[in-house]
């Protein structure tokens, strides 16, 4: 039954913590690619590792809806960790509870090596 699935979507949500089903399908997979956008905040160019949800332009708080279709005042944008932020957060320092915190060299590396086919 050599069967190839392929599924596309986001691990975490905006507080940075699992978002829906997608930890229970990595979990099964034999295989795991993860893609990474660029990070949007002031030019800043990192790696991103998170969604960053905008709300009036400002980050939204830890107790907005998980789910949330907007518009230009409302929306998502690429963060790094660094730029990342989830006000209200019951983290320590705003950082969601289970958040896993790399080194900036670290996420780096990480991003070129998840998948083989990227150049460095």
Do not use: W
């Not at 690619?33 to 160019?45: F, Q, S």
């Not at 907007?70 to 509870?97: L, M, T, W």
């Not at 289970?98 to 998948?115: E, M, P, V, W």
Request: proline share 6%; aromatic share 10%.
């Amino acid at each position: 039954n050599n069967i190839n699935v392929v599924v596309g979507g986001l691990d975490l949500d905006f507080r940075g913590e699992p978002f829906g089903k997608m930890n229970y399908l990595l979990s099964m997979a034999d295989e795991v690619y993860k893609l990474r956008g660029v990070c949007d905040y002031h030019g800043c160019g990192s790696p991103a590792t998170r969604t960053q949800r905008l709300i009036g332009g400002e980050p939204a708080p830890y107790d907005s809806e998980i789910v949330l279709i907007g518009d230009e005042e409302e929306g998502y944008e690429c963060r790094c960790f660094n730029h990342h932020s989830v006000p209200n957060s019951p983290g320590k320092n705003g950082i969601a509870q289970g958040t896993l915190i790399f080194d900036d060299s670290k996420q780096r590396r990480l991003f070129y090596d998840d998948h083989p086919n990227l150049t460095h």
